[in-house]
Antibody, heavy 118, light 113 residues
Framework: VRLVESGGGLVQPGGSLRLSCAAS????????MHWVRQTPQKGLVWVSR???????????LYADSVKGRFTISRDNAKNTLYLQMNSLRAEDTAVYYC?????????WGPGTLVTVSS | DIVMTQTPLSSPVTLGQPASISCRSSQSLVHSDGNTYLSWFQQRPGQPPRLLIYKVSNRISGVPDRFSGSGAGTDFTLKISRVEAEDVGVYYCMQATHFPPLTFGGGTKVEIK
């Protein structure tokens, strides 16, 4: 199982970023996927989850802190998970991990750093 | 949201000696399907979390048998029977029973004396 995030960087408050997570070594279409972020101050915080196709009322779920600003999606043909982050705030600064779901995250990528600062 | 409380914050251990980490949840983690979705992760410096144990006591393939998980309801424990140098890092518990959201403990740092 291999997960590799990309797309992090420095962005100004109010800006946008799109994170990607390339998956390999397993049948991507069979697994739900998560985004989890980590800061020294707040530790590990769950961000979002998507089902195998993202459809239905609970196909995508979000933490209250990002609801309405972040959008999780996936392209099963490309074995890739995404996180579109809009209206970014300083408190969104963190290392963002994608993780495969198996009764919770069982395999994690190395993470990508997002810094929101002017 | 379920609050996960870990103790101690830090655990200095002599090589070859045991270590124990406690995790307490603010509500029972028994799911309506009868399972208890409590996991333990290890995070070594500069690395992402690594799943060690799922559903309280099930070790992931490749995890040394010196790691064991136990507990029920709201109280859970991760034990390392004989700490080795490679075990240094931060350990987290996490619940998935009352999802969303997933919630993690604050972490326990295991270090060598």
């Amino acid at each position: 199982v291999r997960l590799v995030e990309s797309g992090g960087g420095l962005v100004q408050p109010g800006g946008s970023l799109r994170l990607s997570c390339a998956a390999s070594g397993f049948t991507f279409t069979n697994y739900w996927m998560h985004w989890v972020r980590q800061t020294p101050q707040k530790g590990l915080v769950w961000v979002s989850r998507i089902t195998t196709d993202g459809s239905g009322g609970s196909g995508t779920l979000y933490a209250d802190s990002v609801k309405g600003r972040f959008t999780i999606s996936r392209d099963n043909a490309k074995n890739t998970l995404y996180l579109q982050m809009n209206s970014l705030r300083a408190e969104d600064t963190a290392v963002y991990y994608c993780a495969r779901d198996n009764y919770g995250p069982d395999n994690w990528g190395p993470g990508t750093l997002v810094t929101v600062s002017s | 949201d379920i609050v996960m409380t870990q103790t101690p914050l830090s655990s200095p251990v002599t090589l070859g000696q045991p270590a124990s980490i406690s995790c307490r949840s603010s509500q029972s983690l028994v799911h309506s399907d009868g399972n208890t979705y409590l996991s333990w992760f290890q995070q070594r410096p500069g690395q992402p979390p690594r799943l060690l144990i799922y559903k309280v006591s099930n070790r992931i393939s490749g995890v040394p048998d010196r790691f064991s998980g136990s507990g029920a309801g709201t109280d859970f424990t991760l034990k390392i029977s004989r700490v080795e140098a490679e075990d240094v890092g931060v350990y987290y518990c996490m619940q998935a029973t009352h999802f969303p959201p997933l919630t993690f403990g604050g972490g326990t740092k295991v270090e060598i004396k």
